[in-house]
Nanobody, 127 residues
């Protein structure tokens, strides 16, 4: 079992920055591909970014490319999402997820493939 806990959310003005963290316990994250998803009120959950076990491969939703950066520190069992140039449409609950994989280059962008999820952290961007 992997337990995931997100932190770092909050209220920020448009154009500002936040860094989200996702810390795992129960297992080492070095064997898990990981990702960030978000869900705004009244909308379906959507993919934000994903990263391979080694951190060498990443994928981003078009809506966040060039503004968000996903990274991980396996020694700290933690994944990050650096969010810059935030927009009001980035307002959502952000979730991290982990999926056991066997290829260090695998990037998982589909939420259906993930086995473990955090409880979410609220990000609110004011205009």
């Amino acid at each position: 079992q992997v337990q995931l806990v997100e932190s770092g959310g909050g209220l920020v003005q448009a154009g500002g920055s936040l860094r989200l963290s996702c810390t795992a316990s129960g297992r080492t994250l070095s064997n898990y591909a990981m990702g960030w998803f978000r869900q705004a009120p009244g909308k379906e959950r959507e993919f934000v970014a994903a990263i391979s076990t080694s951190g060498g491969s990443t994928n981003y939703a078009d809506s966040v490319k060039g503004r968000f950066t996903i990274s991980r520190d396996n020694a700290k069992n933690t994944m990050y999402l650096q969010m810059n140039s935030l927009k009001p449409e980035d307002t959502a609950v952000y979730y991290c997820a982990a999926d056991r994989v066997y290829n260090s280059r695998t990037v998982v962008s589909s939420g259906r493939q993930y086995d473990y999820w955090g409880q979410g952290t609220q990000v609110t961007v004011s205009s």
